[in-house]
T-cell receptor
Framework: GAGVSQSPRYKVAKRGQDVALRCDPISGHVSLFWYQQALGQGPEFLTYFQNEAQLDKSGLPSDRFFAERPEGSVSTLKIQRTQQEDSAVYLC??????????????FGPGTRLLVL | GNSVTQMEGPVTLSEEAFLTINCTYTATGYPSLFWYVQYPGEGLQLLLKATKADDKGSNKGFEATYRKETTSFHLEKGSVQVSDSAVYFCALSKTGANNLFFGTGTRLTVIP
């Protein structure tokens, strides 16, 4: 079966533009996560969905960041009025259940966003 | 709070050398611990995990033991190969939470 896919793989935006990043999780996976990975750093949690419900958005850095998963499968991370500090790799991960801490998260290849 | 501290890299080893990458953590309760690996041009993938104290995770010749007394989860491999060249991330997941907390990663290069 297919793994987690993300699109686009690379995105260049001018400062102030809005961007939308897409994640297709593994089919049937209930849990979906977004992480932000700055250059030379480990991924940092942004938000978590269980089916279509966004249960945790504590990691979103500002109200310019918005995520949705309306039908409980594909998810979109939207960044409004992009800033240079938003430049990073955005990772999506999914897991099959909801038991949380012990589960394996499967990661996509990431979207590399560069804001000029 | 929750945090993971990893041995800083980069690490360069000759083929068949012994590998240790240190990882210590700070967390309340009993977190689960993970090692993820990122091969060049690929996404993060789980290497091994341990969900309770004294558990040993192992995969592809790599091992790590969950040591609660020293709050550590060091990654070891007895004989590295060129194909092990990658970035290795230690991570924890706090009990009752869903997200992972990652270390900064350690880049390993194995030379023939």
């Amino acid at each position: 079966g297919a793994g987690v896919s993300q699109s686009p793989r690379y995105k260049v935006a001018k400062r102030g533009q809005d961007v939308a990043l897409r994640c297709d999780p593994i089919s049937g996976h209930v849990s979906l996560f977004w992480y932000q990975q700055a250059l030379g750093q480990g991924p940092e949690f942004l938000t978590y969905f269980q089916n279509e419900a966004q249960l945790d958005k504590s990691g979103l850095p500002s109200d310019r960041f918005f995520a949705e998963r309306p039908e409980g499968s594909v998810s979109t991370l939207k960044i409004q009025r992009t800033q240079q500090e938003d430049s990073a790799v955005y990772l999506c991960a999914s897991s099959s259940g909801t038991s949380g801490s012990k589960e394996t998260q499967y990661f996509g290849p990431g979207t590399r966003l560069l804001v000029l | 709070g929750n945090s993971v501290t990893q041995m800083e890299g980069p690490v360069t080893l000759s083929e068949e050398a012994f590998l240790t990458i240190n990882c210590t953590y700070t967390a309340t309760g009993y977190p689960s611990l993970f090692w993820y690996v990122q091969y060049p041009g690929e996404g993060l993938q789980l290497l091994l995990k341990a969900t309770k104290a004294d558990d040993k995770g192992s995969n592809k010749g790599f091992e790590a033991t969950y040591r609660k007394e020293t709050t550590s989860f060091h990654l070891e491999k007895g004989s590295v190969q060129v194909s092990d060249s990658a970035v290795y991330f230690c991570a924890l997941s706090k009990t009752g939470a869903n997200n992972l907390f990652f270390g900064t990663g350690t880049r390993l290069t194995v030379i023939p």
